[in-house]
């Protein structure tokens, strides 16, 4: 082997500069991503009694950046499967077998993320039956989709540095006797850091630190697992780490078991008043499923009904969308079906919690998300503030996004005025108006500006030292 080049003049069939190359585990196809958004295949060819690789095809098949290209195995074949993930939130799978020249073919299309945009993906180790496809986003959240149906099945607090995640690598193993302990190891804009596997948002299972203050451009591991490498951009630098699991293992041993290294992300903890209330919200909800006015012998249990975990969700603070809401349905309804074949329709106090702080925003309400959004919607009224007038507000909620019918619009209106003292739609024969007697004309202002909605319609407190938070900052400048 030697560092001269194989062929006589070099690959010129990209426009632009390419930023990612993947091989298939048998290097009989390479893959590459450029910044015109276009993925590029390559296949080995044998000629006159060589082995040499030929141009396939190339697709523009994303809308922004390519943040990964990645290739894997078909489990019932053998094949090569190629897939790529771009920041305009689509996961791209392509059909091999039916490429030809100049003809890249895609297979299907699924889109990841909602507000958030991916970042990178890796193969999630086999440390389960179900084979996973693990995905960072913005949100700082990891999420495991099924390889086969590409349907989300986990939405994970991933590790929260002061950035998103830009790259990940699984550690390799020097034996078989350590298939069943993995790491992972990630950088995002200036940090290394290495996450014990599986994820389950356990803050004490990850650790980061300063590699390259002003960037790092990539990394790589040695074959053995032993050593990470991190190179700069602006500083010009390679830097060599060495690899110490033990001491990220004593961490997480000291941070304690089960619940306990997860009461210490809610304010005060167990016995604090957020988790007092969370407690009385989900037993409240049992009488509610059950109705509030029976004189009835109540069923009192350890768990909640699914179709009540949205209500539950809200009323601590946590506003999920619907295409969230049916995410983390998704999670706790096939939790066990791999194992039992079963379907879940309830969860208990200890597993609501753990969904709730691995899908919420890991800073909670930020005013800087909800104005920009009225900076991309609204107007610059009189006052110099970015507003959304009346009519286009109410057209934006029934036509736009997940938009609402016009009676599950009032119905909410009716709830956030104080008029449904049981909340949406929780006990109708409690409520005292009805969403079509309400005159929105009447309750909404003429201009709706981001502090009027957020104050006086949803009646949310934003703190002013959370908007002063570096923080906050730091990671919402980064999306």
Known sequence: MSLE?????????????????????????????????????????????????????????????????????????????????????????????????????????HRTDQGSYPTCMVWYPPLTKELFLLICNSGYKVKLFNSATKMCRKTLLGPVYGSPIEQIQILPVKSTLELQKRYMVFINRDKVGLQILPVDGNPHKTSALICHPNGVASMALSYDGCYAFTAGGQDRSVVQWEINLSALEAAVSLGGEDLTPFYGLVSGGREGKFYRELEDYFYYSQLRSQGIDTMETRK???????????????????YPSEGKIEDMFNEIRFSEYVDTGKLIDKINLPDFFKVYLNHRPPFGNTMSGIQQSF?????????????????????????????????????????????????????????????????LEEELPDEITAEIFTTEILGLTVSQDSRQDPRIIEAEQSF
């Open 375 to 439: 900076d991309i919607l609204g107007f610059t009224n009189s006052k110099g503030e970015k507003a959304i007038r009346r009519e286009d507000f109410l057209n934006l909620l029934q036509t736009k996004g997940e938009h609402m019918t016009e009676e599950e619009m009032t119905d909410c209106f009716a709830t956030l005025f104080g008029l449904n003292p049981e909340g949406w739609k929780s006990e109708p024969a409690a409520s005292s108006v009805k969403g079509s007697e309400i005159c």
């Open 5 to 109: 080049s194989a062929i006589s003049e070099p690959f010129r069939y990209s426009r632009s500069s390419v930023t990612h190359i993947s091989f298939s585990h048998d290097s009989q196809y390479m893959a590459t991503a450029d910044v015109s958004f276009t993925v590029a295949v390559y296949v080995v060819r044998v000629k006159h009694g060589q082995r040499v690789w030929e141009y396939l095809a190339r697709l523009r098949s994303h809308r922004k950046s390519i943040r990964s290209v990645l290739f894997g195995v078909h489990l019932d074949s053998n094949e090569p499967r190629l897939l790529s993930l771009g920041r305009d939130r689509l996961l791209i799978e392509y059909n091999l077998l039916k490429s030809y020249k100049d003809h890249l073919a895609v297979l299907d299309i």
């Open 300 to 318: 009192v249990s350890e768990h909640i009904c699914l179709s009540e975990l949205p209500f539950v969700m809200r009323a601590i603070g946590f």
